[in-house]
């Protein structure tokens, strides 16, 4: 038996710009911080020639090949697996469709227990590039980058979406009462909408792709963005990135008319009445987890609590995408 967990992740400036339609042509640069809520992988060698695949669903299948599940299909047939004697199970903390990155999470999770299966070591760094290939290459999903990478390396960390393709990547150079602060003042709520980020973020790709001029001016401030966020936060001031997040929750509402709604603005805004210097929607939006930085959280986890919504308390994860048994 092998278990896996890897990371969700919460993003800290500069989402977006890690998209190929991007960072090919500008090059991408976000902050990004693993939390301690994952997604697990579980892999048990059957005793018949048989391949079982549990996660929503259940399969039972003889070959790769026949698998429905895209990126388990993917993973097997990447690391040529033939010999089929396997069974393989997800489970996650947090729904999937809430904006934490859980298909990056669980692609890292489920490469890194394959690799453990054939006794093979892996290197955060290549872990996170085999994940991207398979949902950006293989499965042309309209996806970026930072979510197998965060998974991958874990940590509060800085990456830099290089035009070749490449990525570079290296921890924030934070205090560590810098870091107790980020973690004591951020507090993280489910909307209770689940979504699909896909429409929004074809969007997004297709008018980088042809060039849009007010797309891409929009992406260049969410990455200038994110530089501020890792200059305020490795100058110690939090509080400037509580600052950054509300510039960064309006103009990127004027990027994705559909990242927000009337119901979210609504608890957007009562949050900011309520304590918060400043507030986002993890991930493309649309619905998931409403995140906010404030010093005054017990005003605010009062209001959040009356308005309907449901605290997820969390803490960073500094171990990234591991093998747990």
Request: charged fraction near 25%.
């Amino acid at each position: 038996m092998i278990i896996v967990r890897s990371p969700l992740r919460l993003s800290l400036g500069g989402g977006g710009t890690d998209l190929p339609s991007y960072y090919k042509s500008f090059g991408g640069f976000l902050v990004a911080a693993a939390i301690d809520k994952y997604v697990y992988v579980a892999l048990h060698q059957t005793f018949e020639r048989e391949l079982i695949v549990k996660y929503s669903q259940m399969e039972h299948v003889q070959s790769p090949d026949q698998v429905r599940h895209p990126i388990i299909r993917e993973a097997l047939k990447l690391l040529e697996f033939s010999d089929i004697h396997l069974e393989i199970v997800s489970m996650a903390d947090i729904p999937a469709g809430t904006g934490l990155g859980s298909s990056g999470s669980f692609t890292t999770a489920l490469l890194k227990g394959l690799h453990a299966y054939k006794k093979d070591l892996i290197h955060p760094q290549e872990l996170a590039e085999q994940a991207c290939h398979i949902e950006i290459d293989l499965l042309g999903e309209p996806v970026g980058k930072q979510d197998q990478y965060i998974a991958a390396y874990g940590g509060l960390t800085c990456f830099d979406f290089l035009p070749d393709g490449s990525v570079q990547s290296r921890p924030l150079r934070i205090t560590p009462e810098t870091q107790h602060s980020l973690e004591d003042n951020l507090v993280l709520f489910f909307t209770g909408y689940s979504r699909n980020s896909s429409t929004i973020l074809k969007d997004q790709d297709e008018k980088s792709k042809g060039q849009d001029k007010k797309m891409l001016e929009n992406i260049h401030s969410i990455k200038e963005l994110g530089k501020k966020v890792c200059s305020a936060l490795e100058a110690g001031d939090p509080d400037a990135f509580g600052q950054l997040m509300h510039e960064h929750w309006l103009i990127k509402k004027v990027r994705s008319p559909s990242m927000s709604s009337g119901v979210i603005d609504k608890w957007y805004d009562l949050g900011i009445k309520n304590g918060a210097l400043g507030g986002k929607l993890i991930g493309a939006g649309g619905g998931g987890f409403l995140l906010f930085y404030a010093h005054d959280k017990a005003k605010l986890r009062k209001a959040m609590s009356e308005a309907g919504l449901k605290e997820v308390r969390f803490r960073f994860d500094f171990e990234g995408t591991k093998i747990v048994v």
